[in-house]
């Protein structure tokens, strides 16, 4: 279906901003939510944010909320994290996935990037 490349990951400092981007390939992006989770090191998998198909309903976690901003441009295949006031614990990778349905919930998306590092240093 879709095949998802993350990308901007990197350092930041505590308070910084980074913008996250995943390119997408396959015919079916326009029709899939898109949706950002992260993972630091022995801790689970966690959602982060969602998008619709459209661009025009978004949901976030609460820890992330007012700060990071999810968006997308169908024309250009591509899916953002805008991330601003960041904090050590948003330190994690980062993975872009992809779902038929606007979910929140992992086992839904059935397609997912290799991630990308965000390391948030003090």
């Known amino acids: 279906q879709v095949q998802l490349v993350e990308s901007g990951g990197g350092l930041v400092q505590a308070g910084g901003s980074l913008r996250l981007s995943c390119a997408a390939s396959?015919?079916?992006?326009?029709?899939?939510?898109m949706g950002w989770f992260r993972q630091a090191p022995g801790k689970e998998r966690e959602f982060v944010a969602v998008?619709?198909?459209?661009?025009?309903?978004?949901n976030y976690a609460n820890s992330v909320k007012g700060r990071f901003t999810i968006s997308r441009d169908n024309a250009k295949n591509t899916v953002y994290l805008q991330m601003h006031s960041l904090k050590l614990e948003d330190t994690a990778v980062y993975y872009c996935?992809?779902?038929?349905?606007?979910?929140?919930?992992?086992?839904?998306?059935?397609?997912w990037g290799q991630g990308t590092q965000v390391t948030v240093s003090s």
């Open positions: 996935a992809a779902a038929r349905s606007y979910t929140v919930i992992a086992d839904y998306f059935g397609s």
């Open positions: 396959g015919r079916t992006f326009n029709n899939d939510a």
């Open positions: 998008i619709n198909s459209t661009g025009l309903n978004t």
